[in-house]
Nanobody, 115 residues
Framework: QVQLVESGGGLVQPGGSLRLSCVAS????????MSWYRQAPGKERELVAT????????NYADSVKGRLTISRDNAKNTVYLQMNSLKPEDTAVYYCNVRRYRDYWGQGTQVTVSS
């Protein structure tokens, strides 16, 4: 079965950095686009970034362009989200996503940006 396991969240000061990881299993990872979403308290889940199956194309939400970078290692079945210059408004639970007949989600990892 499809499994997505996120890690790497935590508490960081404004301007700081974090790297999130998502390890995937149960499907042919290199065949699927992967995405990161986030959900802040009281808000709907929003798309943050997407990477194509081979990693050659990436798309970002306007709010994170230039600060967050999505990447993947198909040999490790892992997708990453490098987060730099973090702002308080980046505070959210971050979820890994794959769309394979339907959406699959990980359990999420909390990112809190606060001084």
């Amino acid at each position: 079965q499809v499994q997505l396991v996120e890690s790497g969240g935590g508490l960081v000061q404004p301007g700081g950095s974090l790297r999130l990881s998502c390890v995937a299993s149960g499907f042919t990872f290199s065949s699927y686009h992967m995405s990161w979403y986030r959900q802040a308290p009281g808000k709907e889940r929003e798309l943050v970034a997407t990477i194509t199956n081979g990693g050659s194309s990436k798309n970002y939400a306007d709010s994170v362009k230039g600060r967050l970078t999505i990447s993947r290692d198909n040999a490790k079945n892992t997708v990453y989200l490098q987060m730099n210059s973090l702002k308080p408004e980046d505070t959210a639970v971050y979820y890994c996503n794959v769309r394979r007949y339907r959406d699959y989600w990980g359990q999420g990892t909390q990112v809190t940006v606060s001084s």
